[in-house]
């Protein structure tokens, strides 16, 4: 089945459908940005949908050119490349209380492990994730949220007002 097919299935978004429940996670702290990133990929790895060598690929990606993965404030994308270890498209999220510091003026609240199978498949997740996190109050509601089901809802919501007005 084509990705396109699971998108146009059931009006939800490509992102609300490969962000299960269970690959959302809320936490109060964590002592590194590290840490957040092992946890935040765990139910992937979990899920055999990465190895576990993606996870330390990401971490080495971000100690090697920087914090490139903050892409907005409050919230960071880590991911690696699709040969470094991921088996299937996949996407997981850790919602944190407390935020974790990339760099002393990056505070991060939100992880959004993206695994990518090759160079063109996840561009429409990412494009969801655009509508998500194209304004900070939707943001901040995120980051509020004290149940996986609650920020599924609001993702959801965010990704289907567009296609709904």
């Known amino acids: 089945m084509e990705w396109e097919d699971i998108f146009m299935k059931g ?28 946890l935040a990929a765990s139910p992937l790895v979990q899920q055999h949908k990465i190895e576990q060598h993606y996870v330390e690929a990401m971490i080495r990606s971000i100690e090697h050119y920087g914090p490139y993965v903050v892409i907005t404030p409050k919230v960071a994308i880590p991911h690696a490349r699709p040969s470094d270890g991921v088996l299937e498209l996949a996407i997981s999220l850790l919602r944190l209380q407390k935020p974790v510091f990339f760099s002393p003026n990056q505070p991060v609240y939100l992880l959004i492990v993206l695994a990518a199978i090759d160079n063109a498949s996840h561009l429409q997740v990412l494009a969801d994730l655009a509508l998500v996190l194209q304004e900070p109050d939707q ?9 996986a089901d609650m920020i599924w809802e609001k993702i959801k919501q965010y990704t289907t007002k567009e296609s709904t007005e």
């Open 11 to 38: 009006g939800l978004s490509l992102l609300t459908k490969l962000l299960t429940k269970d690959c959302i996670q809320l936490a109060n702290f964590v002592r590194s940005w590290q840490e957040a990133i092992h």
């Open 139 to 147: 943001i901040d509601d995120l980051i509020a949220c004290q149940h």
